[in-house]
């Protein structure tokens, strides 16, 4: 399915993300943390709706992914539109601003239009899910950058940003959190009567800017996370990348 435009339909994201140019100090005895490594760490994107009657292979297929199973451990995200939610069901993950990322990564990939289910790996238009299983087309590089998070409050996120000699400089930054395991009876639209498990499911988004290379010190973002649904396994994800061209320039997921 195809579409141009964003239907008015969304979640409330009343967050806020802080970038700061100082030193991150140690780590809170007991707290979470993460730190990647030295390939850069593949970010595999989903586009979706409960709406779109073509999307369910796709949102069955990334439910099958594990971040921790998959080879190369990938940050997986499932963003939700909401421009099918005028065939009659609103889909209750959509926000505007995942449509907003999507036509970005359009103009990246010199795409003329949006659609669903889309599949992008490391910001690369990737339609070639479907019997790929859990592997995944990347190519590994050496990383130009470095991420520790911790979780700094029950939910505060802290991200210590080194840049190496090599890196871009201007480099961009978001936040995601993810949610698996939600199931959704659906009454309306094309998917009427079919219950569907969503996993990976973006539930807060949050774009932390561009900011220019630092190379004589740490970088530092901070996240105000949504909290812990009951029942919800929830990942903190960090995304670095060239804003270029959106390629991914490291990327690390915190279960807390």
Not at 227 to 250: C, E, M, W, Y
Request: with cysteine; hydrophobic share 40%; net charge neutral.
């Amino acid at each position: 399915m195809q579409a141009s435009h964003c239907a008015s339909h969304h979640v409330r994201q009343c967050v806020t993300a802080i970038v700061a140019t100082v030193l991150c100090g140690p780590a809170l005895s007991g707290t979470c943390t993460a730190r990647s490594d030295a390939q850069v760490r593949p970010v595999i994107e989903l586009y979706t709706s409960q709406g779109c009657s073509s999307c369910p292979p796709a949102d069955r297929w990334l439910s099958s992914l594990s971040s921790e199973k998959t080879p190369g451990e990938p940050v997986i995200q499932a963003f939700h539109v909401a421009y099918w939610d005028y065939i009659g069901w609103v889909d209750r993950f959509a926000a505007p601003a995942h449509t907003q990322r999507q036509r970005q990564l359009a103009a990246w990939n010199g795409l003329r239009s949006i659609y669903t289910p889309q599949v992008l790996v490391n910001a690369r238009d990737w339609r070639q899910w479907r019997g790929a299983g859990d592997t995944i087309a990347y190519r590994s590089a050496p990383a130009r950058v470095r991420i520790e998070l911790r979780q700094s409050d029950t939910d505060a996120f802290e991200a210590t940003v080194t840049l190496l000699a090599d890196a871009p400089p201007v480099w961009g930054a978001y936040w995601t959190v993810t949610e698996d395991a939600h199931q959704t009876d659906v009454a309306a639209g094309e998917n009427t009567g079919e219950r569907l498990r969503n996993d990976h499911v973006v539930r807060q988004y949050v774009p932390a800017g561009q900011h220019r290379a630092r190379f004589d010190s740490a970088q530092t973002l901070v996240l105000h996370a949504v909290a812990v649904s009951t029942g919800h396994t929830r990942k903190i994800n960090l995304v670095l990348f060239d804003p270029r061209d959106g390629q991914t320039l490291q990327a690390l997921a915190l279960r807390c």
